[in-house]
């Protein structure tokens, strides 16, 4: 096991620059959401729970949560409590409301059913936390029954609505600026950079196991990346 710390309560950012710190929440989330679905596509669990699906899916809403949140707090929206700015956890609200600011980032017909779905999949933004709401609603229960998910139906639409998101980030809102590199550290570690205008905005450290993949499914090399 590597030793890692994780400064996430001492990084300082200056004034203006809050919709990079929702960027570096929302790459977070998605990559934990990444690790729980292969877990769950491996089946090396010999059992398994309905519940287990619960975090998966958690992670893909916070993700697609912060990463809308990303673009309007790059466009000064302001996020505050109820009645000032903007609220709410359900990303097909928050999605209507990035569309009023962004009139050129239109996920596909297939996203938005998706975000259609989660207004049942996480039901008053409590379901996939909790079997019971803060005022008592049982959820997962009566119209709801019958209901499954299925694992590749999951894993193939949620990967390409993060790509949507990717490509729109990296197209429209970084532009040519952007850049991802893997370099070399010091020692040897392996590190993946994603730089906009010269600035690191994200900084990943490579196992063995994660940079052999990431060189195997590019044909160009690592500087080029």
């Given at each position: ?42 089946g090396l ?31 000064k929206v ?64 009566d119209e ?82």
């Amino acid at each position: 096991m590597p030793e890692r710390e994780y400064a996430v309560w001492d990084k300082k950012g200056e004034e203006g620059e809050d919709w990079i710190k929702y960027y570096y929440y929302s790459e977070a989330y998605r990559k934990s959401f990444l690790t729980l679905l292969e877990k769950q596509e491996s089946g090396l669990d010999p059992v398994y729970h309905d519940e287990d699906i619960l975090p998966v899916l958690m992670c893909f809403s916070q993700y697609l949560e912060l990463a809308f949140k990303t673009l309007l707090t790059k466009a000064k929206v302001p996020l505050g409590t109820a009645g000032k700015g903007l609220t709410g956890h359900k990303p097909k609200g928050i999605y209507k409301q990035v569309k009023a600011v962004y009139s050129d980032f239109q996920l596909s017909a297939h996203a938005i059913l998706l975000l259609d779905e989660f207004e049942w999949i996480n039901e008053q933004g409590q379901s996939l936390r909790y079997p019971i709401s803060s005022k008592g609603q049982r959820f997962w229960v009566d119209e709801n029954e019958g209901r499954h998910f299925n694992l590749s139906g999951i894993s193939s639409i949620t990967k390409q609505v993060m790509s949507e998101i990717y490509l729109y980030f990296r197209n429209k809102v970084f532009g040519a600026t952007y850049k991802e590199t893997i370099e070399t550290e010091p020692g040897g570690t392996k590190v993946f950079m994603t730089r906009v205008g010269g600035q690191i905005i994200y900084k990943r450290l490579l196992t063995e196991e994660e940079y052999r993949k990431l060189m195997e499914s590019r044909d160009t090399s690592p500087s080029s990346l």
